[in-house]
């Protein structure tokens, strides 16, 4: 194996003149000067010539920089379009006096529903009931419905 032939000051500067674009003589001539300045100006010069080179790379955890945490996630989704649930404005209505009315009014088979779901078996029984006495057509569905409740309530 042969070693490259070093070239003098003239040469590299006569080939700087000829061929302005050729880093390469340009660098070798930096080198050949050997300042520190010169050699900021051979890593510019090697930038420019090589830019991957010249930047260390690291590995990068792509998850924890793409990672959302729950609060960004609700806080992403009510910026894109306005889904605040926000008061009208005005004085809101005093309900805690407001007669409710009958508790025949408060009856239905949805509630019904939702007392045996939450095992109030003797609240459903009695929503059961008054809805009976409501609705006289569904009497037998809804008395078995109450027998199925209290099967139920006994086991």
């Known amino acids: 194996?042969?070693?490259?032939k070093r070239y003098s000051h003239e040469e590299l500067s006569k080939a700087i003149e000829q061929y302005p674009w050729w880093g390469g003589a340009r660098?070798?001539?930096?080198?050949?000067?050997g300042s520190a300045e010169i050699k900021d100006h051979i890593t510019l010069l090697h930038a420019t010539l090589r830019p991957l080179a010249t930047i260390a790379t690291t590995n990068v955890d792509i998850e924890?920089?793409?990672?959302?945490?729950t609060d960004d996630l609700i806080a992403r989704f009510l910026k894109r379009?306005?889904?605040r649930i926000v008061a009208e404005e005005g004085a809101a209505e005093d309900l805690s006096e407001h007669d409710m009315g009958d508790e025949e009014d408060m009856v239905s088979e949805e509630l019904a529903e939702i007392y045996l779901n939450q095992g109030l078996y003797d609240a459903a029984i009695?929503?059961?009931r008054k809805l009976s006495l409501l609705n006289s057509e569904k009497s037998v569905y809804f008395a078995g419905l109450i027998?199925?409740?209290?099967d139920k309530k006994k086991k």
């Not at 194996?1 to 490259?4: D, F, G, K, W």
């Not at 924890?64 to 945490?69: A, I, Y």
């Open 147 to 150: 027998a199925e409740i209290e």
């Open 27 to 33: 660098m070798a001539l930096l080198r050949e000067d």
């Open 64 to 69: 924890r920089l793409t990672h959302l945490s």
């Open 126 to 128: 009695d929503t059961y």
């Open 81 to 83: 379009d306005d889904y």
């Open 1 to 4: 194996m042969t070693t490259p």
